[in-house]
């Protein structure tokens, strides 16, 4: 089984409508992170969590809520869809106890959602 | 602002060369830089960590310098394959919550 997983996988919606992304982990890791890709752009921080009651806005926070239901589990809520929400999201992962460094932040990734919005 | 450039949205190299990527950054003092693989319609892939205070890192054929004077990472895939065609991310980071992606470059491996 994945250790990162995402659900849906891909989901078309309509203009303000309210649509949740899941995520889940099995890494046993601390800190989660929502980013958003788009063609011939990085990925984008939506917001990131370091425990469960440790949540912060990233650099495109508006027009979107996450809550982190468990350590394994943090969603990504957009209370009402637009058009220029369509994207691919990645949820991640990081181990603030890892071998890499507390610092260093190796993120892991989920296989992402296709979002459309009409 | 900060920012965070890759050289060349695309890169075609022949196999059996050595595939070399930039990654350049402005207005910010990173602690460390990342390198990941992402593949078409999947997450992208950790490959290596390299802190402003090593100059180079090495894993396998692949390379990665950091030039804190340039401001610039070098990623080098050595004795390239076909399998190594991929987008390849750089993402700086000067603490664990604030790390910047570069929007990438996609490596292609010609037979």
């Known amino acids: 089984d994945a250790d990162v997983t995402q659900t849906p996988r891909n989901r078309i919606t309509k203009t303000g409508k309210r649509i949740m992304l899941e995520c889940s982990q099995t890494?046993?890791?601390?800190?989660m992170y929502w980013y958003r890709q788009d063609p011939g752009l990085g990925l984008q921080l939506i917001y990131y969590?370091?425990?469960?009651?440790?949540?912060n806005k990233g650099e495109i926070s508006d027009g979107y809520s996450v809550s982190r239901q468990a350590q394994a589990k943090f969603s990504l809520s957009l209370e009402s869809a637009i058009p220029n929400q369509t994207a691919l999201y990645f949820c991640?992962?990081?181990?603030?106890?890892?071998?890499?460094?507390?610092?260093?932040?190796?993120?892991?990734f989920g296989p992402g959602t296709r979002l459309t919005v009409l | 602002s900060q920012k965070i450039e890759q050289n060349s949205e695309a890169l075609n190299i022949q196999e059996g060369k050595t595939a070399t990527l930039t990654c350049n950054y402005t207005?910010?003092?990173?602690?460390?830089l990342q390198w990941y693989r992402q593949d078409p319609g999947r997450g992208p892939v950790f490959l290596l960590l390299?802190?402003?205070?090593?100059k180079e890192k090495r894993k396998e054929r692949l390379k990665v310098t950091f030039d804190t004077t340039l401001k610039q990472s070098l990623f080098h895939i050595t004795a390239s394959q076909p399998a190594d065609s991929a987008t390849y991310l750089c993402?700086?980071?000067?603490?664990?919550?604030?790390?910047?992606f570069g929007s990438g470059t996609r490596l292609s491996i010609r037979p």
């Open positions: 991640a992962t990081s181990d603030s106890k890892g071998t890499s460094g507390s610092s260093y932040n190796e993120q892991f």
């Open positions: 890494k046993g890791h601390d800190r």
């Open positions: 969590s370091f425990d469960v009651k440790d949540i």
């Open positions: 207005n910010y003092s990173p602690a460390y």
């Open positions: 390299i802190r402003e205070n090593e």
């Open positions: 993402a700086w980071g000067s603490s664990a919550s604030k790390i910047i």
